[in-house]
């Protein structure tokens, strides 16, 4: 079983800065790719951005230059650093991650979601 804690949510004002945080802990071979997604209110969730193993990343256009994805490998940890919120980045921030259960079984897991706030 593996197991995802997110942790670094909150209130800021337009122009603040967060940093999330996603804990991966259980029983796996590898962690592959960690990413990032959100769902504000009322949308649909959507991807926020991606690291891989290598550490490779992307993002999703709209926080291309605002927001640093990281990891930790030997934490077993991910990191979203978001700089320069805005008011439509207030959403809830889930963590995914593709891991190597055994050999041959690769599998995805979410979080349970932090809620990020941007207003004033």
């Known amino acids: 079983q593996v197991q995802l804690v997110e942790s670094g949510g909150g209130l800021v004002q337009p122009g603040g800065s967060l940093k999330l945080a996603c804990a991966v802990s259980?029983?796996?071979?590898?962690?592959?790719?960690m990413a990032w997604y959100r769902q504000g209110p009322g949308k649909e969730r959507e991807w926020v951005a991606t690291?891989?193993?290598?550490?490779?990343?992307n993002y999703t256009d709209s926080v291309k230059g605002r927001f640093t994805i990281s990891r930790n490998v030997r934490k077993r940890t991910a990191y979203l650093e978001m700089n320069a919120l805005k008011p439509e980045d207030t959403a809830i921030y889930y963590c995914n991650v593709d891991v190597f259960v055994r050999i041959g079984l690769r599998e995805v897991y979410w979080g349970q979601g932090t809620q990020v706030t941007v207003s004033s």
């Open positions: 259980g029983t796996f071979i590898t962690i592959n790719t």
């Open positions: 690291i891989t193993r290598d550490g490779g990343t």
